[in-house]
């Protein structure tokens, strides 16, 4: 048994520089742009949300502008498997995470637990 939920929603973004995202963003969802540090801030970002809402992601890319969503689970062979037998299949799987494509041509990603509350959360599925 196992557990999975909607994690994110993620603004894949082809631009120079993030900040260029970032900047819009924030301004188009009136959301504070979380910047980081980290050698990864260059390539991603987040916006501030409610605890009780999916994150929002900024992620700067080379393919063409897009919004996907990861799907957060405890299991991720597990989760990559249950996805395959609704029609998923594997694009590439990464060291965190699993890129898959949907039926209908959308590309999605499978991740460990994002959000805090996912173990004592009572809107996350349980899957057999």
């Not at 742009?33 to 994150?55: A, F, G, I, M, N």
């Not at 039926?103 to 809107?123: E, Y």
């Amino acid at each position: 048994m196992h557990k999975s939920r909607l994690a994110a929603l993620v603004l894949d973004s082809k631009v120079d520089d993030i900040e260029e995202a970032n900047i819009f963003w924030e301004q188009a969802l009136g959301l504070e742009c979380v910047r980081s540090d980290e050698d990864w801030s260059s390539k991603y970002s987040h916006l501030k949300v409610p605890k009780d809402q999916p994150h929002i992601l900024v992620q700067k890319v080379a393919h063409e502008s897009r919004v996907h969503i990861d799907i957060e689970t405890d299991n991720i062979p597990a989760e990559v498997s249950r996805l395959e037998g609704v029609g998923a299949k594997v694009i590439e799987k990464l060291e965190r995470w699993v890129v898959m494509e949907a039926p209908t041509g959308h590309r999605f990603c499978v991740v460990n637990p994002q959000r805090d509350d996912f173990h004592d959360a009572d809107n996350v599925n349980t899957w057999k």
